[in-house]
């Protein structure tokens, strides 16, 4: 059963690696400039030339998704580990030693999560303006509570245990004892949230692209695509279902990875 | 000279308007290389005393003397300067080491922090002192706490407790998990560490008759008061409490 | 080597109820209980003592239900009156277990469901054993808890595991095993979790209750002043065998095997108490 589960994990790192490696060498592989316009080509259907077809000006889908895979996944993954560091953080600290800071924090929390998450990350985004910095900040701006709040009930459940106190009558300072003996012990559980979240981040991003608030045009990106051609779905159905088959994708194999982690880790947890 | 002096500790829990009260006007002293047992069932506020001792929580009311000098509550600045004078003994010794990292790990944030000892081959070298005295090899405390048996581990948690030269080794049933000839063996450890290295113990159990081989003085517990306080001997052989003597009634021995 | 066989009292009736023989039972690959043969007779008490590791746990495991535990058994019989345990379909099985044999473990408030009644466990036992009679299976049903000493019998019937004290659970646990009348009684640690009074109260009931019962049972333990109250003879387990099995008394005045001397001498005894040094 362990052997199973493990398989499992180890398959989907594997290919969200590969993701990631596409992501990188992706727009080196583009057989034409995603940026290049074709007037003679424009909403072309798919064919030897363009693979994926053309959008409404004459742009090579294909070169499109691969140029825009690299927008896409790297902006989700750096946002999640932006967010996952600051709340993280926050959430020991709060954890750890309670009080004011801790009540304040997590008012603040409560108060940011209260509000639906896509609802205020437009809202930011809208009071920013689009660009991709300005969407990161804004889906970043409530993102970080989730990790807040896991690292504070894993650093309350640490706390208690006999290994804390004997830290602490070692006379460890408490920072020491934060990264040093808390840490590695809730560490799997946090990165195993992290990267189930690393799928909504993506679709967080192709949803305010979409609504013209993140990536803007001409800039690749496949939500943004998907904007762009929703108009002419009937027309030009490649240019929506290219791209979107690309977030499925990408955004399931990161699921499933974060599926197969939490797996391993309630597993493992079993065994000891 | 008087190690540990308790004075009147009260302690009282308040859950959902509920007064729970967990320890009443405990008053008891102990000098240098003495093990005074502390006995009675469960919730009878013995390990909660320990945590009053231990500076884990604070009592009510009272005063707790170490060395002379009157306990504050543990805060960041006194830690360090508590705990070398005392340190203490879990019951379960594999929880009480980070279960991710080697016990000698733990042993050397100990000596770095408590004993002022940064350099590791020294470290090491006081490891494998200490870890010889509890008849342990020294290889032994480069393992994880999960990787040796019950009584090696406590072994280990006992060579950590006192390798920093503690003044009050604080034992709360360090022997309940274990089993009945790794128990002796620990117990007779302990009486050796505390005459060789004249450390005061204080030996919470809820066995008596463990308690009664094992210290020199003892104080019998239940629903939070002291019933009874003496030597060994003397209550062993003449109990006056009635409680003391349901206790050692319900002693059964092969 | 081979296996330590027991040999039976004459003074008691010579009814074999279990024998076991040359029992090899482990998990996958690994054999924890290696070759134990012992009998057991009607009207007797059987300890088996040792200290955790020796596989005492996985002997009741394998006794009990074998494929439930996920304990394999590798060779070795067992025979409870006639009848072989390791070849009962799984009706059979249902049927002998809380009837005929029935068990309580060191934790009984876990082997009921937390927040159910008592009532409805116990009439739930009752009905699936086919014994529900809406008149007397009350009354039947309170005769038990009095046999166990429980007062207040109505409010504990109507409570659950979770409202009541560990010597009260485990008195009802005792209540719940001793109802259908069992032939043979199988103890896993039955008082190691409760306090030192508790458990004497707890060791004197049982005691009480195979007097009047008759019947007999097997207490495993590591407490051996336990095994020494309880029981007509003892044997000693060690790494998966049986080192050494005797009666009560002879076992405790002289031991043979150097692993129960040194089980014995490391128990701790009250009239010790003068300094002991360090020994080693």
Same mark, same amino acid.
């Given at each position: ?11 989907f790192l594997a290919l969200a690696a590969l993701l990631v490696l596409f992501a990188v060498i992706a727009p080196y592989f583009a057989p034409n400039d995603p940026y290049a316009t074709n007037p003679a080509a424009m909403k072309a259907a798919p064919c030897a030339q363009y693979p994926f077809g053309t ?5 090579? *889908? ?20 932006? @967010?996952?560091?600051?709340? @993280? ?32 990350? *437009? ?63 809730? *560490? ?6 992290? @990267? ?13 692209s979409f609504l013209g608030l993140g990536v803007q045009a001409p800039k690749a990106e496949w939500g943004s695509m998907i904007n762009e051609a929703r108009a002419f779905i009937q027309l030009t159905p490649w240019a929506v279902l290219f791209p979107g088959a690309a977030i499925v994708l990408t955004v @399931? ?20 | ?61 009272? $005063? ?8 504050k509550p543990v805060c960041r600045k006194n830690r360090k300067e508590r705990y070398r004078q005392m340190q203490m003994v879990f019951q379960n010794a594999a929880e009480s080491f980070n279960p991710r990292r080697r016990m000698a790990a733990s042993m050397r944030e100990n000596l770095k922090f408590l ?31 999960? $990787? ?107 | ?30 054999? +924890? ?96 054993? /086919? ?9 039947? +049903? ?32 005792? /209540?719940? /095993? ?8 199988? /103890? ?13 109260? +707890? ?38 065998? +049986? ?38």
């Amino acid at each position: 059963m362990r052997k199973k589960v493990k398989r499992r994990f180890f398959l989907f790192l594997a290919l969200a690696a590969l993701l990631v490696l596409f992501a990188v060498i992706a727009p080196y592989f583009a057989p034409n400039d995603p940026y290049a316009t074709n007037p003679a080509a424009m909403k072309a259907a798919p064919c030897a030339q363009y693979p994926f077809g053309t959008d409404k000006l004459g742009r090579c *889908i294909f070169s499109r998704v691969l140029a825009g895979a690299r927008t896409s996944i790297f902006s989700a993954v750096f946002l999640v580990a932006v @967010t996952f560091l600051i709340g @993280t953080v926050i959430g020991i600290f709060c954890g750890y030693y309670g009080g004011i800071f801790d009540s304040l924090v997590m008012r603040l929390a409560d108060i940011l999560m209260a509000l639906p998450e896509m609802v205020l990350a *437009i809202a930011v985004a809208g009071m920013l303006g689009g660009s991709m910095w300005n969407a990161m900040v804004a889906l970043g701006f409530a993102g970080w509570t989730t990790y807040a709040r896991l690292a504070k009930s894993q650093v309350l459940i640490q706390k208690k245990e006999a290994y804390v106190s004997a830290a602490q009558m070692g006379g460890c300072p408490d920072l020491h004892i934060m990264v040093f003996h808390i840490l590695p012990n809730i *560490i799997g559980t946090l990165v195993v949230n992290a @990267t189930s979240k690393i799928g909504s981040m993506m679709m967080g991003f192709a949803g305010l692209s979409f609504l013209g608030l993140g990536v803007q045009a001409p800039k690749a990106e496949w939500g943004s695509m998907i904007n762009e051609a929703r108009a002419f779905i009937q027309l030009t159905p490649w240019a929506v279902l290219f791209p979107g088959a690309a977030i499925v994708l990408t955004v @399931t194999i990161f699921n499933l990875l974060g599926d197969a982690a939490r797996d391993l880790l309630d597993v493992e947890g079993q065994n000891e | 000279m008087t190690v540990l002096e308790v004075k009147n500790i009260t302690r009282t829990y308040r859950k959902n308007g509920i007064v729970i009260p967990a320890l009443k006007d405990i008053s008891f002293s102990l000098e240098k290389g003495e093990i005074l047992g502390i006995v009675g069932e469960s919730g009878c506020g013995k390990s909660t005393l320990l945590k009053q001792i231990a500076g884990v929580e604070t009592p009510d009311a009272g $005063e707790i003397y170490l060395n002379g000098a009157k306990l504050k509550p543990v805060c960041r600045k006194n830690r360090k300067e508590r705990y070398r004078q005392m340190q203490m003994v879990f019951q379960n010794a594999a929880e009480s080491f980070n279960p991710r990292r080697r016990m000698a790990a733990s042993m050397r944030e100990n000596l770095k922090f408590l004993s002022g000892i940064s350099d590791k081959k020294e470290q090491m070298r006081i490891i494998g002192f200490y870890m010889d005295k509890v008849g342990l090899k020294e290889e032994l405390a480069l393992r994880h706490p999960g $990787e040796v048996s019950g009584g090696q581990c406590q072994r280990a948690a006992i060579a950590r407790a006192v390798m920093t030269n503690p003044d009050l080794l604080l034992c709360d049933e360090i022997t309940s998990a274990l089993d009945v000839i790794v128990q002796d063996r620990i117990a007779k450890l302990i009486r050796g560490l505390a005459k060789e290295l004249d450390i005061a113990v204080v030996f919470v159990s809820h066995d008596i008759a463990l308690v009664g081989s094992l210290c020199d003085r003892m104080i019998v517990m239940l629903d939070g008061e002291c019933v009874e306080q003496g030597e060994t001997g003397q209550i062993l052989a003449a109990p006056q409490c009635n409680y003391t003597k349901l206790l050692l009634d319900s002693v059964l021995e092969p | 080597m081979l296996p330590v066989i027991c040999w039976m009292w004459r003074d008691k009736m010579s009814d074999r109820l279990l024998e076991v023989t040359d029992l090899k039972a482990g998990y996958e690959d690994q054999v +924890i209980v290696d070759g134990v043969s012992f009998e057991l007779a009607e009207n007797e008490v059987l300890g088996i003592v040792g200290e955790s590791g020796c596989g005492k746990s996985t002997l009741l495991k394998a006794l009990i239900n074998p494929k439930e535990y996920g304990v394999r058994i590798f060779d070795g019989q067992a025979v409870f009156q006639g009848r072989d345990l390791f070849g009962l379909s799984d009706r059979e099985r249902k049927e002998l277990y809380g009837k005929d044999i029935s068990m309580v473990f060191q934790n009984s408030s876990s082997s009921f469901h937390p927040i159910r009644t008592y009532k409805k466990q116990f009439t739930e036992t009752l009905k699936s054993h /086919a014994l529900w009679d809406r008149e007397s299976s009350i009354k039947q +049903i309170m005769k038990t808890l009095e046999r166990v000493n429980l007062k207040d019998r109505e409010r504990i019937l109507e409570s659950c595991p979770y409202e009541l004290s560990g010597g009260m659970n485990q008195r009802v646990g005792i /209540a719940m /095993a001793i109802l259908l009348n069992p032939k043979l009684f199988l /103890a896993d640690e039955p008082t190691s979790a409760l306090d030192v009074t508790v458990q004497k109260q +707890i060791v004197e009931e049982l005691l009480e209750l195979h007097h009047k019962m008759k019947n007999s049972m097997i207490l495993i333990t590591h407490n051996m002043g336990v095994a020494a109250r309880m029981c007509d003879r003892i044997a000693v387990m060690y790494e998966g065998k +049986i080192v050494e099995c005797e009666q009560t008394q002879i076992l405790l005045k002289n031991p043979v095997h150097p692993y129960t001397r040194e089980l014995l001498a490391a128990v701790p005894r009250l009239g010790r108490w003068q300094k002991l040094e360090e020994s080693e």
